[in-house]
Each structure stands twice: as structure tokens, then as C-alpha cells.
């Protein structure tokens, strides 16, 4: 039988208003278009991954066996394990030169969660929130969610997609609540300098009612030497939530385990919202948690040390690339290139108006996923990760190549 709507007494499912407020990754649906060509049987090079193509390290996975046959069944502390919340501390003094104390951190479900909590533990309707572009799609949805306003703010691929302090100053208004950035930045790359973060930290110094969040996620992939925080600015770090977590770094996107270092006023209203929403993270990830962030960085940095290894590869397959205008990616594993030489083109009925249907014609007619730009607040790129082997990446090149060759 169908369902009747109390409220209208019609058959009509009426969702909360709160849906309407914000879209579905764009990230997620590239990839979901890409998995049903495949399921077609089309043989689709996948360049839109959002993830390490690594397996889990061997110590991190035997511990997580370890803690199974330990009987880590139960349920976990809202805010995480003391002994992993004092693991995280010892990662902050031991990466960051950063001192904190467990009731500063809170653990979640993915640093997706820490976010969430942190965005909806500070903003309230009508807040400004500032987000430089290009930007991680979920920053948006989820200030949306919680009622604030977002202001974005383009950056430039001359300034290598980074704010300039002239840019921050004049965003920053009295209504201003937040400003959120990531550095190494999905889906840029870019990679703030410990210069540039000083002079972004006087800025905030000025305006005291503004709180930063910092994504460092992809600190430890990083091709530019040293990852510095902007939270080591002492004046600023009482209202400074740092998120990370282990997806990127460790290879562990599937085991959901992110973790904020904030003021403590600002992690026990975020212990306060997750214990209504999920409670604490799976025991298990937390236990291998802990070996993972007090482990030597052997297996991370093999990986990053591979990741470099493609990237430079990247860097000259684009160079050779027409009409591609990119900065170098200094940090994760993108490339972002824009691509509005191709506006204005078409092969056959395919027309090229913008990026989102340059990276359809490239799904479409060369069989190689990318995600649009615009899923990132930029709509003149597209973004190409190269977590996929080389061998992938000449292969989704190549046909990248041969299909922009075919646009008049
Ligand atoms: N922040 C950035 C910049 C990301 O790119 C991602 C994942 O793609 C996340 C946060 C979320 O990571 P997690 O898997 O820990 O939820």
C-alpha cells in the first residue's frame, strides 16, 4: 500500500526541507557514471579517485586483527579512547611541533564527521562563512546545512589557487564566523607556505571573531618539503580546530577514522553533537588507530615517495597537452587544469560549453573519468588524480589526447 502523507493526505513522500539546502557530490556521481559504463563493459580509465590506490600497511591491519581477538567489541567513548586521543597528541608534537591534551580532541566517523561537527557545532543561520576556491565540495553543503551563508572566494591559477591576504582582509565582515581552507588542498594541490600562512594568521589576528578551520588531511602528501600548520600561530590556535584523519595518509579511506585538535569549549560541543548522531567511531579502527600514528611513517612515505613518481609523470604528460594552463600540485594527488582553450568547441553534436561537459565528452566518447571543476567551485577545470599506476595514467592521457584532438 502506498504511503499517505499525514500532513497533505496525498501518496506523496514529503522530505524534510533541510534536503533542499545542499546537492549530492558532484565527486560521487562522476564516479557512479563511471562504474555503470563499466558495468556496460566499457573499459573506463578511472582519473576521478578520491583515494589512496594502496592497500592498508601490514602493522596497521595486524593490529586491527589484534584488537577483534581482544574483544574490542563494545561500545567507545563518544570523543574516542583516552589512549588514542593521547596517540593523536603525541602525532601533533611529534609532526607539528602542536601541543595538545586529549580534551582537545575529538575522534569521528572520517574527518568528513569532524567537520560536520565543527561546522554545525559553530554556525548559525545567517553566519558568513568564507571558503576560498577551488574548494572540497562538502565544505559548502555543510555550512548550507547548518543555516550559514557561504562566501566564496575565487583564487587565482597565477597565485597557484591560493587567498591572498588583500583577498581574506576585504571578505572578512562582522557577520564573518568562519573561514575554511585545506592545505595540501583537494582539488588544487596547493600547498600554503609557512610565509603565507604567517601573513594569513595576521589577517585573523585583527578579526578576533572569526574562526579558522584547517584541513591538513593530506599533510603527509606533500611534494613541497614541510607541511606547516596555521594552528602554530599561538595567537590564533585557541580558536583554530585543525581536522585530519587517516584516510589519506595511511591509506585507510574505508576503516572511517578523522580527528579534530579545537579550543575545548569548541571539542565538547562536538563530542556533544556525535554522541547524538553516532556515538563513538568503531573500536577496532580506533585501536589501529593508535599503531598508525605512533608507528615510524616507513609505509606513508613509500607511497607519497610513488605518488611523486606519478606526478611528475602527470606534469609532463600535460605539458604536452594543448591549451592546458595548470600550476604544479604541490601537495595530494591532483591535477588541476583548466581547460577553458576547449569553450566553445565541438565534435559532432558534442558541444563544450564549460567544464562540466568537457570531463562528460571525455567520460563519454574517450572512456577516462575525471571530476568537473565546477564540483569544486570552479567551473574552467577538471580535476585528474593519479591514484592509479602509471600504466593507468599513460592510458588516460593518451585517450584524453586523441578525444580533445577531435574538438574543432
Ligand atoms: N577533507 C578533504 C580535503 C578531503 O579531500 C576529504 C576526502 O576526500 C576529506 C576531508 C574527508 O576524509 P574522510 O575520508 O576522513 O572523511
Known amino acids: ?8 493526505k496525498t501518496d506523496c513522500m514529503q522530505l524534510s526541507s533541510l534536503l533542499s539546502r545542499f546537492s549530492e557530490p558532484e565527486t560521487l556521481r562522476m564516479a557512479k557514471l563511471g562504474r555503470e559504463l563499466r558495468a556496460k563493459g566499457l573499459d573506463i580509465v578511472d582519473l576521478s579517485l578520491g583515494e589512496p590506490d594502496f592497500d592498508t600497511p601490514d602493522h596497521i591491519k595486524e593490529a586491527a586483527k589484534k584488537a577483534i581477538d581482544d574483544n574490542w567489541s563494545h561500545y567507545t567513548p563518544v570523543a574516542g579512547f583516552l589512549d588514542l586521543r593521547e596517540a593523536i597528541c603525541h602525532k601533533f608534537e611529534r609532526d607539528n611541533d602542536l601541543h595538545y591534551k586529549p580534551e582537545n580532541i575529538v575522534v569521528s566517523t572520517g574527518a ?13 543561520q545567517g553566519h558568513e562563512v568564507i571558503i576560498p576556491t577551488p574548494f572540497w565540495v562538502t565544505y559548502a553543503a555543510l555550512v548550507q546545512l547548518a543555516g550559514g551563508k557561504v562566501k566564496l572566494i575565487k583564487t587565482e591559477l597565477e597565485k597557484g589557487y591560493k587567498i591572498t591576504v588583500e583577498q581574506l582582509e576585504s571578505a572578512i565582515t562582522p557577520k564573518t564566523r ?3 581552507f585545506s592545505s595540501p588542498c583537494n582539488p588544487s594541490g596547493a600547498v600554503y607556505t609557512k610565509e603565507e600562512l604567517a601573513s594569513l594568521a595576521e589577517v585573523f589576528m585583527r578579526n578576533p571573531h572569526v574562526v579558522i578551520i584547517s584541513d591538513e588531511i593530506y599533510e603527509y602528501i606533500n611534494y613541497s618539503g614541510e607541511h606547516h600548520s596555521i594552528a602554530s600561530h599561538e595567537e590564533i590556535k585557541d580558536r583554530t580546530v585543525i581536522i585530519n584523519g587517516l584516510s589519506k595518509g595511511f591509506a585507510m579511506t574505508g576503516w572511517r577514522l578523522g580527528f579534530m585538535a579545537a579550543p575545548v569549549e569548541i571539542a565538547k ?3 556533544k553533537l556525535q554522541g547524538q548522531f553516532t556515538s563513538g567511531t568503531n573500536a577496532i ?3 589501529a588507530a593508535i599503531t598508525a600514528l605512533t608507528s615510524p611513517l616507513d609505509a606513508t612515505q613509500e607511497m607519497v615517495k610513488e605518488f611523486a613518481n606519478r606526478r611528475k609523470r602527470v606534469l609532463e604528460l600535460m605539458r604536452e597537452i594543448e591549451g592546458f594552463r595548470f600550476p604544479e600540485p604541490d601537495g595530494a594527488f591532483y591535477a588541476f587544469p583548466c581547460v577553458d582553450h576547449y569553450f566553445g568547441k565541438k565534435d559532432g553534436g558534442d558541444v563544450i560549453s564549460n ?3 568537457l570531463s562528460m565528452y571525455l567520460l563519454n566518447k574517450g572512456h577516462v573519468s575525471t571530476v568537473t571543476g565546477s564540483a569544486f567551485g570552479d567551473d574552467h577545470c577538471i580535476r585528474l588524480s593519479f591514484a592509479n599506476s602509471t600504466q593507468n595514467i599513460e592510458k588516460g592521457f593518451q585517450r584524453i589526447s586523441e578525444a580533445l584532438q577531435k574538438l574543432k
Open 1 to 8: 500500500m502506498a504511503y499517505i502523507c499525514p500532513f497533505h
Open 112 to 124: 568528513k564527521q569532524s567537520l560536520a561537527n565543527v561546522i554545525l557545532g559553530i554556525v548559525d
Open 178 to 180: 568562519m573561514f575554511i
Open 269 to 271: 560541543a562536538c563530542d
Open 285 to 287: 579502527t580506533q585501536r
Open 355 to 357: 567544464a562540466d561537459d
